[in-house]
Structures are given as structure tokens and as C-alpha cells.
């Protein structure tokens, strides 16, 4: 009885993917901490600030949004479904704190600066090249689950 096993990935392979790819996955996930910045220098402190919390509590929950946004880019670079969907409720969220903030206060570009970030990270989530590297990833998986059910 003889094992096939399935050819590795060659590193070439990630290489030019990383090389497709960086440039869109890179620019949302900046553009996703800067959001998170912002926010955490307005409207999160804003909202600890009227519920009478510690500022520690604007902290940890910009600490959890970029958890949140990590994993799920975690989840894309290993081709699970729910990636893609949890880097797009981070961006969201942050681009409704953003809003929130900016209707009760006056506008100005600092205030400005995190709901333009994070409408430019949903739009980077949504383009067709990320959307192929998240397909792609998706292909990856299936494969390698297929490979490695055809081994037991």
C-alpha cells in the first residue's frame, strides 16, 4: 500500500502572492489602526468621558477592535470564511464611532481624519484585488483539506 503524499506550496508562491496582494491587504490594515487611533483620541475617550468611566475603558475597547481586526486577518491569510466579515464589521465600526463623534461635536479635518480612514478601509476591503486574495486563500484551504482527507 502506498501514501501519496501532496506536494508543499512552493515558497515561491507565497512570495508572489505577498508581492500581488501587499498593497491592498496592507493599506486596509493601516488604514484600519489609524482609524482605531482616532477614534481612540475622540470619541472613545468622548464616551468614557460622559458615561463617568475610566479612560482605561476607551483603551481596552480600541485594544478589542484591533484584536478583532487581527484575527480576522488572521482568518483571510488562512482562507476561513469568516475573515472577511469581521474586518469589514471593524471598519464599520469604526466609521460609525467616527460619525457618532462628529454629530455632537464641530467638524474639523482632526475630527474628520478617522471617518475618512476607516470609508477608505471599507472601500480597500471591497475591491477586486483583495477580493481575489481572499479567494484565492479560499482555494488554498480547500485544497489543502482536500490533500490532507485523500492522506487518512
Same mark, same amino acid.
Given at each position: 500500500?502506498?501514501?501519496?503524499?501532496?506536494?508543499?506550496?512552493?515558497?515561491?508562491?507565497? &512570495?508572489?502572492?505577498?508581492?500581488?496582494?501587499?498593497?491592498?491587504?496592507?493599506?486596509?490594515?493601516?488604514?484600519?489602526?489609524?482609524?482605531?487611533?482616532?477614534?481612540?483620541?475622540?470619541?472613545?475617550?468622548?464616551?468614557?468621558?460622559?458615561?463617568?468611566?475610566?479612560?482605561?475603558?476607551?483603551?481596552?475597547?480600541?485594544?478589542?477592535?484591533?484584536?478583532?481586526? &487581527?484575527?480576522?486577518?488572521?482568518?483571510?491569510?488562512?482562507?476561513?470564511?469568516?475573515?472577511?466579515?469581521?474586518?469589514?464589521?471593524?471598519?464599520?465600526?469604526?466609521?460609525?464611532?467616527?460619525?457618532?463623534?462628529?454629530?455632537?461635536?464641530?467638524?474639523?479635518?482632526?475630527?474628520?481624519?478617522?471617518?475618512?480612514?476607516?470609508?477608505? &478601509?471599507?472601500?480597500?476591503?471591497?475591491?477586486?484585488?483583495?477580493?481575489?486574495?481572499?479567494?484565492?486563500?479560499?482555494?488554498?484551504?480547500?485544497?489543502?483539506?482536500?490533500?490532507?482527507?485523500?492522506?487518512?
Amino acid at each position: 500500500m502506498s501514501i501519496k503524499k501532496a506536494p508543499a506550496p512552493t515558497p515561491r508562491t507565497w &512570495c508572489n502572492d505577498t508581492k500581488r496582494f501587499a498593497f491592498t491587504v496592507g493599506t486596509a490594515v493601516s488604514m484600519n489602526l489609524v482609524s482605531s487611533s482616532g477614534n481612540l483620541s475622540h470619541s472613545l475617550s468622548y464616551y468614557t468621558r460622559i458615561n463617568y468611566l475610566p479612560s482605561e475603558y476607551a483603551i481596552a475597547a480600541s485594544l478589542i477592535l484591533v484584536l478583532v481586526m &487581527c484575527m480576522g486577518l488572521a482568518l483571510v491569510v488562512r482562507g476561513l470564511r469568516s475573515g472577511p466579515p469581521l474586518l469589514v464589521c471593524t471598519a464599520a465600526l469604526n466609521a460609525l464611532l467616527a460619525a457618532d463623534y462628529l454629530g455632537s461635536h464641530p467638524v474639523s479635518m482632526f475630527a474628520l481624519f478617522p471617518l475618512f480612514q476607516s470609508l477608505v &478601509c471599507l472601500l480597500m476591503l471591497n475591491t477586486r484585488n483583495h477580493r481575489r486574495y481572499v479567494s484565492i486563500m479560499r482555494v488554498r484551504r480547500r485544497r489543502e483539506v482536500r490533500a490532507n482527507a485523500r492522506r487518512q
